[in-house]
């Protein structure tokens, strides 16, 4: 594991200390900066009021924050005129989804940079290590290539090596991750339903304490998909144990978001108690309208458990939809052992499929029922003769279809055709909800969205979160409808979600910190990507800078690369 210079040791405490916003004022050192940023509304990232200041960048370090003006005759590599501009730390995406961008991709991930995002955070459930050898041959079969990268991810420091390999790929912000609870499971049992036995919980313990070694800031389990949703509270209150003496995070996808998010939040709550752990909740929403009145009682359990003294929180996207897989409205049980496609293409197997699906009796929870079908829109097709298809409703395309085809049919279907490929976006949640939550001071912001160009998009429609979190946030809910003040958006994007992973180096415009930036203007800062629009670039967002170097000048991507691999506890 890396270390922290002294200096930083000794500086994280006054980091994330709430007083008020401090400046220097003594001459430094030496006067000459690569960097110097000037007359800009410094917001500091801890929720203090703004003050006008001048920031200096020496490497990749903030090296010197000053009150207006001193600075301006300061020798510098190269000067930002900040008047009228907003000056704060780079976001830390929570929630990132970028494996593939960072690994194999287009590092840049250009949909996030322009958003003013500095630091990513992956392992939402799963991750592409540690890997065991069947694990391996699985994932590479037939791909010389993929052989190559990802061999160095079998093995006891898998998760170290892959956190390594994205930043020799060559990526622009930062990134970290959690461990994925289902790749803990995937491990130790592969797709299997059923109870992990004694040996296997040994294996899953092993390699939780290897990735936490290595780095993990904690355990990311999404309990809807297989085989993650095979797990039973007491697996991943073992895992949780494994984790707790590295300090890490159990985060979670939980078992439900809709019918039974009262129980799932209190599953939650437990594992965090008897596993010793901080809990936090992925994407915090009520789905479904029947739902939607168990959003206060949900916020009350969270305040309850805080005031009772457990450390929990949720993060949240500023969108009432949500995407994921189009085959997570099947039912768990359709993918055991590995098997979806030919289960759905099994006409007795089918049939039952779909049974259980009418009946209600799937044993997990169908984001296609709880949108509803004219809810659910289709993204993401391969296939040229279904590219017709891409961002319809799945019952207008049932329809289209023909053949007397319900919804459930055009879902089977559909998914036999592309492979279980697609996406869906499922229109979930309230308006009001999504306010009231998002003001509680426990909130951190994550996009839950991977890492886009607008320029290589092959026709596919993403979700607008992919290019507008942040900027939404900056923009309509805080300037535009005053929903909470703009220090706060901030803190929720960047200190509180470093202290949260334990970050001390990030996430405040403080002397000593790495030198993560973003210069927006607060009058026009805005998401300008829709649902059937999505790859638009945010408007406003003028300069991103990531350890010292921009990323984003001017508006325009600069294609640098300064991104590094973060740890825990680094």
């Not at 036995?197 to 800031?217: K, N, Q």
């Not at 009145?293 to 005031?307: E, H, L, W, Y």
């Amino acid at each position: 594991m890396h270390r922290h210079s002294i200096l930083i040791t000794l500086l994280a405490p006054l980091a994330f200390a709430a007083c008020g916003h401090r400046v220097s004022t003594n001459p430094s050192p030496d006067d000459s900066y690569d960097v110097v940023i000037t007359d800009g509304r410094v917001y500091d990232g801890a929720g203090n009021p703004w003050s006008y200041g001048d920031i200096g960048v020496r490497g990749d370090r903030i090296v010197r924050v000053a009150p207006a003006g001193t600075l301006r005759d300061a020798r510098a590599a190269r000067r930002i005129d900040a008047r009228g501009l907003a000056v704060a730390p780079g976001f830390i995406d929570i929630q990132g989804q970028s494996e593939d961008a960072f690994l194999i991709g287009d590092g840049r991930v250009v949909s996030k940079i322009t958003q003013g995002i500095t630091t990513e955070i992956l392992g939402e459930g799963t991750t592409p290590a540690p890997l065991n050898a069947t694990m391996y041959a699985a994932r590479t079969a037939g791909d010389s290539a993929a052989a190559r990268i990802r061999a160095p991810f079998v093995g006891e420091h898998g998760f170290g090596h892959w956190l390594d390999a994205m930043a020799a790929h060559g990526i622009s912000p930062n990134v970290g991750s959690f461990l994925g609870a289902a790749t803990v499971r995937r491990y130790a049992k592969g797709s299997a339903e059923g109870t992990a036995d004694a040996a296997e919980l040994d294996t899953m313990r092993a390699v939780t304490r290897r990735a936490m070694a290595d780095g993990a800031f904690g355990v990311g389990s999404a309990l809807i998909y297989p085989p993650g949703a095979y797990a039973s509270t007491e697996e991943l209150i073992a895992i949780a144990k494994a984790m707790a003496p590295f300090g890490g995070v159990y985060i979670t996808h939980m078992r439900s978001e809709g019918d039974r998010v009262v129980e799932a939040t209190a599953e939650a709550l437990r594992i965090g108690r008897e596993g010793g752990v901080p809990v936090e909740i992925y994407h915090l929403k009520v789905a479904g309208q029947r739902n939607w009145s168990k959003a206060p009682q949900v916020v009350a359990m969270i305040d309850s458990a805080r005031r009772a003294g457990q450390d929990v929180g949720a993060t949240m996207y500023p969108y009432t939809a949500g995407q994921t897989d189009l085959a997570s409205c099947l039912p768990p049980s359709a993918a055991a052992n590995g098997k979806l496609l030919d289960n759905l293409r099994d006409p007795a197997s089918r049939a039952r499929i779909k049974a259980a699906m009418i009946a209600g009796t799937t044993g997990g929870e169908s984001l296609c029922d709880l949108a509803t079908a004219h809810g659910t829109m289709v993204v993401g097709f391969r296939d040229s003769t279904l590219k017709k298809f891409e961002g319809m409703r799945l019952d207008d395309i049932a329809t289209q279809m023909g053949g007397n085809r319900d919804w459930m049919d055009a879902l089977i279907d559909l998914t036999i055709a592309e492979n279980a490929n697609l996406g869906g976006i499922f229109f979930l949640a309230s308006d009001a909800n999504l306010r009231m939550q998002l003001k509680q001071p426990w909130i951190v912001i994550g996009t839950d969205a991977d890492g886009w160009s607008p320029d290589s998009t092959n026709g596919a429609i993403v979700h607008p979160r992919t290019y507008g979190t942040y900027p939404r946030l900056l923009g309509q809910l805080s300037r535009d409808e005053g929903l909470m003040p703009l220090e706060e958006v901030i803190r929720k994007s960047t200190s509180a979600v470093a202290a949260r992973l334990g970050i001390q180096d990030r996430g405040l415009l403080r002397e000593g910190m790495k030198a993560d930036i973003v210069i927006f203007d607060p009058a026009t800062v805005a998401d300008r990507a829709t649902y059937v629009a999505p790859h638009v670039i945010a408007a406003g967002v003028r300069e991103v800078i990531v350890n010292g170097v921009s990323v984003v000048h001017e508006g325009a991507v600069t294609g640098a690369k300064p991104g590094r691999a973060l740890r825990h506890r680094d």
